[in-house]
């Protein structure tokens, strides 16, 4: 079999696939979005409970993950950060693909002077490096998330809007457009009705993996404390917290990290899954 | 001739580019909250100092003439003052580059070779087992923060077994290699799937190309193919990574600088931010995003003349 023939999967291979993947996300983001909604409940001690008993314990039978430097438990605390980390993959991932796709969409189907600046727009923005634009950003608004979304949300849009573009280009020119046009439609009905949800699956197969970066880049701003602010629980926070102790007390950053690495990885298969939907599945 | 032109050309696209980078770097510091001339007098100056100051940075000026005053400083090479340092910004730059150089070079000759094996190690069976082992390593390898690998490094390779050191920079090119490989690896490691995953695909696409297909009908063997045809063409993007790389790493030198102490660029932009020294922080982002143009306009330009049908 050659290479090129072996690239459109067999029918099977992509439904064992797509049913690996999507098995695994749900497990791991189900996980996650239990654990977030009901961390009270679901976590074994307050969070930011701090005890002169406690400090720097091992992982142990009644501390799971250990105890941080002033006695607060580790488990307790990565629960309540999936709170914050999870709300960052959807705070910094919808606004940016809100106004991103919007621009996309007129860009592409009205050309013109619209298309001439968002490209000079898009150019601009990305000789920029992603994480250093963003960092002066926050850090000149003023250290925490909210400062994090409206940079990722002056920032991140150019990358949706020129996905978006690319595909309306080639359904502008689709016969179901040029049929609605014919027939009198507004730009307005064929945009939103014919256009749009055409146009939307490339950008949410792109949305899942722009959230595992923007929840990685929200962390490394918690550790370099320009994100989330002490004490809230949040994974990179926490994990700067430990960098201090690591020589005695390695739990208290490994356990953070832990949980990033697995919240990544059940959006990595989500998009996988998602990915393997869109494939075309040779006949 | 034509690529003298489209050299040219390219340039002219430059223009707009590099204008609006300007405009960025120079709104950048609007963004702080309150009066900048406070920011730069402190807060129990008198009204006639801050008036004096305001117009000794211009800042009484309309924007802008303000913003053409920036420019002109900028193309004498004048960056502005840093407060805490007291020194110009376009010589601390000069300053603390060194390390950060080294490292993204480092970084560069740790990850184009291992890319590479992967990429075509992937595309030679697609879907095969290797395909999707190297995929899903990649998948593990893009979820882990480079800071806390940074830090769990360090205190395994460091602390623990003593092989290398946690921090600084060193004095000699060896020392160099020594302090600054950890800091390296971080940022490969997660730098490595990213590549390798768009190296498989133009691999794979240039796999279906017409002239492989010819080859096989002229009987080549697909070790022949493989080796003769595939691999030299996949030079070209190879190549061309290496400006996908350079925004990449800018963004991660700036998080492993700070994991292990690393005298830089990256440290010098985030003790920047919490000393809020904003000229530090607009000049340092000025110059990150020219050095991002200026490379991906070398590698481009050198493109067209290993294949003359590349268009600029």
Sequence with gaps: ?283 | MSHLRSILNRLLQLIPVLIGISVISFLLLRLAPGDPVRLLVGDRASPETIAAVRQQYGLDLPLPLQFLRYVSNVLQGDLGLSLRFQRPVAELIGQFMGPTLFLAGYVVVLTVPPTLLLAVAAAKRPGGFIDQLIRFLGIMGLSIPVFWLGIMMARFFGAELGWFPVSGYGQTFTAHLHHLFLPAVSISIWLIPVLTQSLRQALIERSAADFITAARAQGASEREIFWRHMLPNAILPTFNLLGVMVALIIGSTVIVESVYAVPGLGRLLIAALMGRDYYVVQGLTLVFALVTVAITLIIDIISTFIDPRVEL
């Design chain 1, 1 to 283: 079999m050659t290479a090129a023939e072996n690239h459109m999967a067999a029918p099977e291979r992509r439904n064992w696939r797509l049913a690996g993947s999507g098995l695994a996300a749900l497990l791991i983001l189900g996980g996650w979005i239990f654990a977030a909604l009901f961390a009270p409940w679901v976590a074994p001690y307050d969070p930011d409970a701090i005890g002169m008993m406690t400090m720097l314990g091992a992982p142990s039978a009644s501390h799971w993950f250990g105890t941080d430097q002033v006695g607060r438990d580790i488990l307790s605390r990565v629960i309540h950060g999936a709170r914050v980390d999870l709300l960052m993959c959807v705070l910094g991932v919808l606004p940016p693909l809100i106004i991103g796709t919007t621009v996309g969409l007129l860009s592409g189907y009205f050309r013109g002077l619209t298309d001439a600046v968002f490209m000079r727009v898009y150019d601009i923005t990305v000789a920029f490096p992603f994480f250093v634009l963003v960092l002066a950003i926050v850090g000149l608004l003023g250290p925490g998330l909210t400062n994090y979304f409206i940079a990722l949300a002056i920032v991140g849009w150019v990358t949706y809007a020129r996905l978006v573009r690319a595909e309306v280009l080639v359904l502008r020119e689709s016969e179901y457009v040029l049929a609605a046009q014919v027939l009198g439609f507004s730009n307005r009905v064929i945009l939103l009705n014919h256009v749009l949800p055409n146009a939307l699956s490339p950008v949410i197969t792109y949305a899942v993996s722009d959230a595992v970066l923007v929840m990685l880049a929200g962390a490394s701003l918690g550790f370099l404390g320009m994100g989330a602010q002490p004490p809230t629980a949040e994974w990179g926070v926490m994990i700067a917290d430990g960098q201090s102790f690591i020589d005695q007390a390695w739990w208290i950053c490994f356990f953070p990290g832990i949980a990033a690495i697995s919240l990544g990885l059940g959006l990595a298969f989500l998009g996988d899954a998602l990915a393997q939907l869109r494939r075309p599945v040779r006949s």
